[in-house]
């Protein structure tokens, strides 16, 4: 939906708070006794290993459209060889710091990744500002590799967590080596050293403002792949299958042959509206190469994971028919420069061709003579070519074409790619048509359409116009953030037709400063009032740090920023809010007026959503200096509450499905009185594992599980009832 971005802030008068898929948790704190003096800095020689990689930016050629973010240095760094180890709380802790100073960004690979149950994996910079993580033994995959999204510093600290055990010696029983460390000169939406970010190609529109209804949006990624000396962006596109099978689909190059276990790809990274920073948090590690031939240029990739159901995935449509390339007007979805989604359009038809450049030997390439709107750059790679009905019919290998000379890109052919070689591991048709039944194409589709799809929930419409409202008459900050007035909380509120289940949320800031001291907290709070009832779910709001400047060992003195920016929270355990909620922020209040503020609706003459709290909560339009009827621009991302049920019903009118549970388990309980209840789950030993609230209603709660396998028991607690249950672990 279309929104307008307001860039004055309004002066009114009174007449008028990473992630590749995370299990959560967070690393040891480094501050003492609240003395602001990190750990770190007492940590001796040898805490931290200097990179020594080249600094000298190395482009890549220009016809093949990948972007060469940096220089790779080979490392051999365990917990044997580097760092400190240390116990804290049962556990014990490696932590060790790598250095590459001047770079925006840093990437680590571990060529060697296989963790226990219970053992945790973070990566922060010093401050403890940016974390990603943590990883867990759900992140093992079969190559043993674990590629971690680049890290914007120059710093990064990588810290195990393994639950101690004494029969080993206190030895971990994890494999962990980080053997490829990426000097970056750029980060993940394109920012170069000394250049404006997210710029990418000024003739090329993101795809928000110019085509936001278009469903390859939510298919398209951007790739970061570590090669053996350099690192790149390029692009690749989820695609349809029968198996629903989480298949990328790109170029050659932008992996040669092997490098895909070393590729993050990133997914729903577009910018909300223009000049606001689109969210970088929904990633997925690793992928194993399953179909590709570099003659033809294609590559077919399987993704380590399937992407959640939170990241709102797009399985996009294709047709390997050769005359389906002849199906004029097309869109080009791509990150040129590894900038957020960019499109371009081309209108006059394409012609079969061999590519002008590189070893290319035979006629298997689309070639776009002419682009009427927009352009391809570095970083385009593997972007996918579609044809009037929406369907793919090629991916992006290179050319010539520019801002300035929109002319002479090449696509490989899908039809081609489809049957030109019968060895299975060098064409697509194996893989698209598996079962063998003689389809050359499908539609595009949800991979989550039977199961409970989730959306971005919103209360701003197409007329709304976004921005920050200053108050006046002696009054200092933001209507919607810190101000003299002392409000301490903010909230949205939404209603639904049916029961929903909250996976994260989405926090538009349009200024602030981070404060480690004061955090800024992100909230579910009951509905079915007029205001906001008790706190059900709550997370810590951190901006990603995308500008850090080294400062010595350790010393971190960068301001963090998060003006303009787009924010998604995701909650370790999905949050059951019935049909009526409220999502907002929360922060104490403390001397700093200008310290955030959340974009909302400033033109708004009915219809009031926007709640604040000071001594109570109270709506927008009774707000004693600016009174408006006004949304927030925080948005919440749901599904319906309820999977499929299964026959699996208790003698204590309790039903838990599924089971054996992967990731969360969904309840019924058919005699529990509606409101909040307390759960707890116990190993077999009887040991308590986890607890929490939830809110019951007539639909279904869902809880999250453990990560370690085994069997549990479910204790759900309300203030008559207590009901138990056994499940399985997977």
């Known amino acids: 939906m279309k929104r307008c971005l307001c860039i004055i802030v309004f002066c009114l008068t009174a007449m008028v708070s990473l992630a590749q898929i995370s299990s959560g948790g967070m690393p040891v704190p480094f501050l003492q006794d609240n003395v602001k003096k990190p750990m770190l800095k007492s940590s001796g020689t040898g805490f931290y290993t200097n990179i020594a990689a080249d600094t000298v930016y190395r482009p890549a050629d220009a016809s093949e459209k990948i972007i060469v973010a940096g220089n790779v240095c080979p490392t051999n760094l365990t917990p044997y060889n580097s760092g400190t180890v240390f116990s804290n709380n049962g556990y014990r802790i490696w932590r060790a710091g790598i250095v590459s100073k001047g770079a925006a960004s840093i990437g680590v690979v571990f060529t060697e990744f296989d963790i226990p149950d219970g053992a945790k994996l973070f990566l922060y910079n010093p401050s403890q500002t940016n974390v990603i993580g943590s990883f867990s033994s759900v992140n093992n995959n079969e190559q043993n590799i674990l590629p971690v999204q680049p890290l914007n510093s120059d710093t990064v600290i990588v810290e195990y967590q393994e639950p101690e055990n004494a029969a080993s010696g206190y030895r971990f029983k994890g494999k962990l080596k980080i053997g490829k460390v990426s000097h970056n000169f750029m980060t993940a939406n394109g920012v170069l050293k000394k250049s404006q970010p997210w710029k990418g190609i000024t003739c090329a529109e993101h795809i928000e403002l110019r085509d936001p209804k278009n469903p390859q949006k939510n298919a398209v990624c951007m790739i970061y792949t570590t090669g053996d000396n350099v690192s790149w962006f390029s692009t690749g596109v989820l695609i349809n299958n029968p198996d629903k099978k989480p298949y990328v689909l790109s170029s050659y190059h932008c992996f040669r042959s092997s490098y895909a276990k070393t590729s993050v790809f990133y997914f729903q990274n577009h910018i909300p509206i223009k000049d606001v920073q689109g969210s970088l948090e929904l990633s997925i590690a690793g992928g194993n190469i399953v179909a590709q031939a570099q003659e033809l240029d294609f590559a077919l990739v399987q993704l380590n994971e399937m992407p959640p159901r939170d990241y709102r995935p797009y399985f996009a449509g294709w047709d390997a028919n050769e005359q389906a390339g002849y199906n004029a007007p097309y869109k080009c979805v791509q990150h040129p420069n590894g900038d957020f989604t960019k499109i371009a359009f081309a209108t006059q038809t394409v012609s079969k061709s061999k590519a002008n450049f590189g070893d290319y030997k035979y006629q298997t390439f689309w070639k776009v003579g002419v682009w009427s709107e927009g352009a391809t750059q570095g970083g385009s790679s593997g972007c996918p070519l579609t044809n009037a009905n929406g369907k793919i019919i090629g991916c992006l290998t290179g050319g010539s074409s520019t801002c300035e000379y929109p002319k002479d890109d090449y696509f490989w052919q899908l039809s081609e790619a489809w049957s030109f070689f019968p060895d299975p591991n060098k064409s697509l048709r194996s893989w698209l048509d598996p079962h063998q039944t003689s389809i050359n194409y499908m539609s595009g589709a949800d991979p989550y359409a039977d199961d409970n799809p989730c959306y971005r929930a919103t209360n ?82 951190k ?188």
């Open 460 to 541: 701003i419409d197409s007329d709304d116009t976004m921005g920050a409202v200053q108050l006046s008459d002696g009054a200092t900050g933001y209507q919607s953030g810190h101000n003299s007035l002392g409000n301490t909380a903010y909230a949205e509120h939404y209603t639904f037709d049916d029961d929903k289940t909250l996976y994260g949320l989405y926090v538009v800031t349009y200024k602030g400063k981070y404060n480690a001291s004061h955090p800024v907290y992100v909230n579910v709070y009951e509905g079915g009032g007029y205001t906001p009832g008790s706190v059900i779910a709550s997370a810590v709001l």
């Open 543 to 730: 901006p990603t740090d995308r500008y850090y400047n080294y400062a010595g060992e350790f010393v971190y003195s960068t301001t963090i920023k998060w003006n303009m920016r787009e924010n998604y929270v995701r909650f370790d355990t999905p949050v059951n809010v019935g049909k009526d909620c409220f999502v907002g922020v929360s922060f104490d209040n403390y001397e700093s007026p200008d310290t955030l503020a959340i974009f909302q609706t400033t033109n708004r003459a009915s219809g009031n959503y926007a709640y604040y709290y000071n001594s109570g909560w109270k709506s927008f339009e009774n707000y004693p200096n600016t009174p408006m009827a006004a949304s927030l621009w925080i948005e919440p991302v749901v599904s319906p509450a309820c999977g499929t049920k299964s026959d699996d019903v208790s003698a204590q009118n309790l039903s838990l499905f599924p089971n054996p549970v992967d990731l969360y388990i969904n309840v019924i309980c058919a005699d529990c009185p509606n409101g909040n209840a307390k759960y707890m789950i116990e190993d077999e030993d009887g040991r308590v594992v986890s607890t929490g609230k939830v809110l019951i209603t007539d639909g279904c709660t869902v809880i999250g599980v453990p990560i370690s396998k085994g069997f549990y028991t479910l204790i759900l607690q309300t203030e008559t009832l207590s009901h138990s249950y056994k499940f399985i672990k997977k």
